[in-house]
């Protein structure tokens, strides 16, 4: 049965997805930073039947992450893995990022997610086969004003992720981007402002899983909103700024 690779697994998308996959015979490898929040994620896994593992690396750290990502590719390949670990941006009293919030959020949500990526890669590669989703935003197609960096590294993982797609398509290795809109989760939460067609995480995890089955190359969802914020790019700076006006929004404190 399948192996299944979900990073940031902990809690919201990540916790969603993992028990989405959870059936019999399936095995599930778990990554996330709280432990409590993992172990449970995983004892309801298990009790639905999947054989469960979890890991609580830093995804920073690229020489454990590959080690770790060899020592399980190499006792039972892994079918697909899921770049979902990542951390808010913004300032929480609305003001510019710091510079120590900037480089936080792109050693996380960029260099930790492509730590995971590009090492299940060339494993996938080398044997033909396997599957990489990496999870991004809608925020890579209209960037929000009060997280430059979260955006940022959306944006970045939408075009390293359907580049590589067609590098390893020949290879049998696919790859897809997720980008979803507004998602209730305890991450989503801490952000505090209009949140349009938000969506349980569990719905969320449905249609990841759905547009994966299909191979789609970017799986986007609500499509509406999807619909508008890929067209936003289109519109003269005016427009844009007047339409993302509504996205205001202040991080909760003591996040």
């Known amino acids: 049965m399948s192996v299944t690779l979900i990073t940031g697994a902990s809690s919201g998308i990540g916790a969603a997805l993992a028990r989405h996959y959870a059936q019999p015979g399936a095995t599930l490898i778990l990554h996330g930073r709280d432990a409590p929040r993992l172990d449970a994620v995983a004892q309801a896994c298990r009790d639905r039947g999947a054989r469960v593992e979890t890991e609580r690396l830093d995804v920073r750290d690229r020489p454990a992450i590959a080690a770790w990502l060899r020592d399980l590719d190499a006792r039972r390949p892994i079918d697909l893995v899921i770049v979902n670990a990542a951390i808010n941006g913004g300032d929480p009293g609305g003001d510019v ?3 120590a919030m900037a480089f936080e959020t792109v050693d996380v949500n960029l260099v930790g997610a492509l730590n995971v990526a590009l090492p299940c890669a060339t494993l996938m590669r080398a044997r033909g086969g396997g599957q990489i989703a990496l999870v991004s935003s809608l925020a890579a197609f209209a960037p929000l004003p009060d997280a430059p960096a979260y955006s940022g590294t959306k944006a970045a993982l939408l075009a390293h992720g359907l580049a590589l797609r067609e590098k390893l398509k020949p290879y049998g290795v696919r790859v897809n981007v997720v980008t979803p809109g507004y998602v209730k989760t305890a991450m989503g939460s801490e952000y ?9 995480a569990q719905d969320a995890a449905a249609r990841i899983a759905r547009g994966l089955a299909r191979d789609r190359d970017i799986v986007a969802f609500p499509w509406i909103l999807a619909a508008a914020a890929r067209g936003a790019a289109l519109l003269p700076e ?3 700024r007047l339409g993302m006006s509504g996205f205001k929004f202040k991080i909760r404190v003591g996040r």
């Open 238 to 240: 005016s427009l844009r």
């Open 97 to 99: 990022e710091t510079e």
């Open 192 to 200: 505090q402002g209009w949140r349009p067609l938000e969506i349980s």
